[in-house]
């Protein structure tokens, strides 16, 4: 099908370029990984058949293995034939990676790296990372609810540049016996312009707030970001513009999180602030994100594969679901079937289905399964 520009975020990055109100056909790769991703990303698929049913929309579903699963059946974290399928495909569905089997492995072999190297060969540039706290949530958050009710907040992440990917990178031995560790924080005039973009788009369509994240008081790669993104603003006069050091948004994020619309993050201050902007919404189980950048989307929940609770029907599939519903709005223009979604979500919420991670007084706790039943069950009515 071909693919357009969905302008809302000011980038091309491959949306199925479609007529309001036709029927999409597209071929989604579903990748669901190691740990609890095998549990919450049939729950998403689930969701999306019943959407393409009543909405009489065609998806085709092609699995694939990434991560620890395709290390242990092909030696290496992401197979080429995994790459291939996602690039051949309209948008890739990603559960999770990694966990203690594979922890000592050197780097190079890391599920982790499955997950690098497919946002690197995808160019997905721009993460974005939507924490908005669900009333009926608003008790399962360690905040007070007078701290984080109402918070709305988008974390726009640059996602393929940054200490992440910088050269030099590695670890050397010494004459003297040690080791020394090296990674190296980079980022050039383009890689900045491009996702400040994104954030000033984005905030367009929100509440007009863009707070850039850096740490300019003491690094250089930081005091360029800066520049770049005051250069970048110049277009976008109708948009508010702050900046604030990491450390301090970190700090601001707990104390008072509704002062944020859009905060526009390097790779690395974007990671961490988007785990800590998760638990202002209950928990990390109800995060979703969508990665974007050329010509195919990847839609996967913010957190990882907590082992630690796999295998047992008890992971937050809410997550990975909502990720299927910002697939279909951003990759495929179905602004109705995402929204449906939503609302499936905050019906099964008010009506009390509480996965563990969430769970509190008065509410009912089901496992995985049961609450993609309830999900699909709320889409249906
Ligand atoms: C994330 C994760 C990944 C990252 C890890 C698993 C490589 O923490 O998507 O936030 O650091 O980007
Ligand atoms: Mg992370």
Redesign the pocket.
């Known amino acids: 099908m071909a693919r357009g520009r969905r302008n809302d975020i000011g980038i091309d990055y491959g949306a199925i370029e479609r007529s309001k109100g036709e029927a999409v056909k597209a071929k989604i790769a579903v990748l669901a990984g190691d740990g609890v991703g095998r549990e919450i990303v049939p729950e998403a698929v689930k969701v999306l058949k019943v959407i393409a049913e009543k909405y009489g929309h065609t998806f085709e579903f092609a699995t694939a293995d990434i991560g620890g699963q395709a290390l242990d059946k092909f030696g290496v974290p992401l197979p080429n034939d995994t790459l291939t399928l996602a690039k051949q495909s309209d948008a890739v569905l990603l559960g ?3 966990g203690p089997r594979w922890e000592s492995l050197e780097y190079s072999l890391r599920p ?1 790296r499955a ?2 190297g497919i946002r690197e060969a995808l160019g997905l540039y721009a993460n974005l990372r939507p924490a908005k706290v669900y009333t009926t949530l608003v008790d399962a958050s360690t905040l007070k609810r007078e701290v984080i009710e109402g918070i709305d907040i988008l974390v726009i992440r640059e ?1 393929t540049g940054g200490i ?1 990917f910088g050269k030099p990178k590695g670890i050397e031995k010494l004459p003297n016996g040690q080791e020394r560790g090296i990674n190296t924080e980079v980022y050039s005039t383009e890689e900045v312009r491009r996702i400040a973009k994104v954030a000033f788009e984005a905030a367009r369509k929100r509440r007009k707030k863009v707070t850039s994240v850096d740490k300019a008081n003491v690094l250089e790669s930081s005091e360029l970001w800066r520049k770049v993104v005051i250069d970048v603003h110049g277009s976008y006069p109708d948009v508010e513009l702050g900046h604030i050091y990491v450390d301090n948004a970190a700090m601001q994020l707990v104390r008072n999180p509704r002062q944020f619309d859009v905060l526009l993050c390097n ?1 690395m201050f974007g ?1 961490i602030l ?2 800590e902007a998760a638990m202002l919404t209950g928990s990390i189980g109800m995060l979703p ?1 969508a990665s974007l950048g050329a010509k195919v989307g990847l839609f ?1 929940p ?1 957190h ?1 594969s907590a082992p630690d609770i796999a295998g047992r029907n008890i992971a937050n599939p809410i997550a990975t679901i909502a990720s299927a519903a910002m697939m279909l709005s951003y990759a495929f223009q179905l602004e109705k079937e995402a929204e449906a979604i939503e609302q499936a979500i905050v019906k099964t919420l008010d009506l009390g289905y509480r996965t563990k991670d969430i769970q509190g007084p008065g509410t009912q706790t089901v496992g995985t399964v049961e609450m993609g039943d309830a999900i699909v069950k709320n889409l249906n009515e």
Do not use: M
Request: no cysteine.
């Open positions: 999770a990676v990694g982790e997950l690098l996602l992440y790779n990671d988007s785990d994100s996967e913010i990882g």
